[in-house]
């Protein structure tokens, strides 16, 4: 997630991955307090929260890579190992 929200910012983006990193943040928050305390579910609560919240920020920063200012594309190596 750190990685990719990096390449957002350094691919004139800096507002998405913002956007993303806040949207997880509190969705692990919220999902802190709706697993743990009102499903009862405890340490696996919190650590699904986390997860989700997570999952949540790298599919927000995904949405990059369709919008019309992506200049990241990926290209296929012509050589992986080089001879001496």
Do not use: E, W
Not at 6 to 24: E, W
Not at 49 to 75: D, P, Q, Y
């Amino acid at each position: 997630m750190q990685f990719l929200s990096a390449m957002l910012r350094n691919d004139n983006n800096p507002t998405l991955s913002t956007k993303a990193v806040i949207v997880g943040g509190i969705f692990n928050i919220v999902g802190d307090i709706l697993f743990v305390f009102v499903l009862d579910i405890g340490i696996m609560g919190a650590g699904l929260a986390t997860c989700l919240g997570a999952t949540i920020s790298v599919l927000v920063m995904l949405t990059h890579f369709k919008s019309k200012i992506n200049t990241l594309h990926l290209i296929k190596p012509r050589r992986i190992l080089y001879s001496c």
